[in-house]
């Protein structure tokens, strides 16, 4: 779809392909540090899978590479440049698919869709169409065009999120949760979108997730975030080896019913 004459991306190579770099990034609210001195990148076309605890700050990271959020100290660089900066997303084309779909709830799933390009008069309406169309068809969505949010099942709401980030043929795209409160064969389904669509448009992707399968399954290296510290990145085969205790147990959780913890709620 990168091919398309009515790109968005008429004057940037459509093939061109980014990274991104977290660099000694600190992020901070008040006095209160979420992400403390991060650092890694991500490869041009990578699947890049970062999992962790609730609240150890995944989707702070991911507002930051957007340019949400400012970082309290470090710099995120997309393609060599400041993520901080807005001309720097004028250039790159990145999309965030948030965790709650962010849907308008007033709009049909084909509005939805044409949002973006039409309040950026990126195509004529009938361009427009035919994206929006064959973004739907992408993600087997062809029959909810007309549909409503309300209208919708968990599963399809998520692909919609994803097929609206689809349309303005984004070279970064990020996740937030793509799976969570999705039914296995349900998450499954969206792992395969995932990979089906870095595959066909080398779109680097960054997945926010808890979800094991999806990384073990998609991702060319999965990070573990715990409490604002970046404990390892590596890649999914190796990390299911990683003896560090913080990874094997969020891997790999033990429900202990001798622990303290456990008598306690057996008491309560
Ligand atoms: N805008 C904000 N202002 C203050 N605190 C925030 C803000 N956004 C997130 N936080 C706090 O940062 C921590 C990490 O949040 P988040 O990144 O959403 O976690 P998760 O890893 O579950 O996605 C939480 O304690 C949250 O309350
Ligand atoms: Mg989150």
């Known amino acids: 779809m990168s091919q398309s004459p009515q790109s968005p991306s ?3 190579d459509a093939f061109h392909h980014v990274g991104v770099e977290v660099d000694h990034v600190t992020i901070q609210f008040g006095s209160n540090k979420i992400v403390t001195d991060v ?22 990271l991911l507002r930051a590479i957007v340019g949400l959020i400012e970082t309290s100290a470090g710099k995120i660089l997309i393609d060599g440049m400041d993520a901080a900066n807005p001309e720097t997303h004028r250039k790159i084309r990145s999309a965030l698919v948030f965790q709650s779909g962010a849907l308008f709830n007033s709009l049909s799933v084909y509005d939805n869709l044409a949002f973006y390009p039409r309040e950026h008069r990126l195509m004529s309406e009938k361009q427009i169409r035919e ?8 993600l087997s969505l062809e029959q909810a065009a007309e549909k409503h949010p309300s209208e919708l099942s968990g599963g399809m709401k998520k692909r919609v999120a994803i097929a609206r980030a689809l349309v303005m043929e984004p070279q970064l795209l990020l996740y937030d949760e793509p799976t969570s409160e999705l039914d296995p064969i349900m998450a499954a389904t969206i792992s395969e979108i995932i990979a089906a669509l870095r595959d066909q448009y080398s779109v680097t992707s960054i997945v926010v997730s808890h979800d094991r399968e999806l990384a073990y399954s998609v991702a060319d290296r999965v990070a573990i975030l715990h409490k ?9 085969e190796s990390i299911q080896k990683n003896q560090d205790p913080v990874v094997k147990e969020f891997l790999n959780p033990e429900i202990n019913l001798a622990s303290p913890r456990f008598r306690k709620i057996q008491q309560s």
């Open 10 to 12: 008429k004057e940037s």
């Open 39 to 60: 650092s890694f990148a991500v490869k041009p076309g990578e699947i890049f899978v970062l999992m962790g605890a609730s609240g150890a700050g995944k989707s702070v």
């Open 131 to 138: 994206k929006v169309m064959d973004t739907l068809k992408i």
């Open 228 to 236: 604002g510290d970046l404990r390892t990145v590596e890649s999914p």
